[in-house]
């Protein structure tokens, strides 16, 4: 029987997908297998998509997140929240001055770059990289890692556990005071550097740069 990354990558010929396990993702990010979340898978599946909380009040309380809060960041401030949604297609690249953990309940393909590939507020899509992640991993992504929502690898979508440095990807508090200099004219959120494709701009608003230039990378999922 075909494993859902080898029905992917049929699916999908052209594009060469990687596994989290591989050495090609030793720049972009590292695992945590000791992370083991079963209240929170459950929790997740309790909930109906989309769902999109940087910060969970329920996860917060869990004794799970100290996987996070103290194994992971230091017993520093950081936030575990909760996705779920249908996503197929790259859309937008985000970076962050923080480490993004993610634990993935549904196999996943990530679509990741590197931040000093952005030129002059641009980066095309094919210096970008994917990667397989299965159901539940535990993965973090550097600081250094574009990243943005995974795609989903079976019609199930995307279920995860996200976690950050407090406040990130929550709205800016004095958005009328964001610089215009340097990197924060990619400033959309708190924590959160963004580019976009310009497919996607409807989504995102004028304010979110159109940096993204080629194709905007469509992976077709697959059953199981």
């Not at 594009?15 to 979340?37: A, C, M, N, Q, W």
């Not at 690249?93 to 393909?109: A, D, I, M, Q």
């Not at 990289?129 to 795609?151: G, Q, R, S």
């Not at 215009?180 to 990619?186: H, I, K, M, P």
Request: glycine share 6%; net charge negative; proline share 6%.
């Amino acid at each position: 029987m075909e494993s859902i990354l080898e029905k992917l990558r049929s699916a999908n010929p052209g594009r060469k997908i990687y596994t989290v396990s591989d050495p090609e993702f030793g720049t972009y990010g590292v695992l945590h297998p000791e992370v083991r979340v079963p209240k929170m898978k459950e929790y997740a599946y309790s909930r109906s998509m989309p769902a999109d909380e940087p910060k969970n009040d329920d996860y917060m309380k869990m004794d799970e997140a100290v996987f996070f809060t103290h194994h992971i960041y230091g017993e520093t401030a950081c936030q575990v929240g909760f996705f779920a949604n249908s996503v197929n297609k790259l859309n937008g690249l985000e970076y962050h001055k923080c480490s993004e953990v993610l634990v993935e309940f549904e196999p996943v393909v990530l679509i990741v770059g590197h931040i000093w590939d952005i030129k002059e507020e641009k980066i095309d899509s094919s210096q970008l990289e994917l990667f397989y992640v299965p159901a539940d991993t535990c993965v973090e992504l550097f600081a250094t890692t574009l990243h943005f929502a995974p795609c989903q690898a079976t019609p199930a979508g995307v279920r995860q556990v996200m976690c950050q440095t407090d406040t990130t990807n929550t709205d800016l508090l004095e958005p009328e005071k964001k610089s215009g200099l340097g990197e924060n004219r990619l400033l959309y959120q708190r924590n959160k550097w963004l580019l976009i494709h310009p497919e996607a701009a409807a989504d995102f608003g004028p304010e979110a740069v159109q940096g993204i230039t080629g194709e905007n990378i469509e992976i077709i999922p697959v059953s199981e």
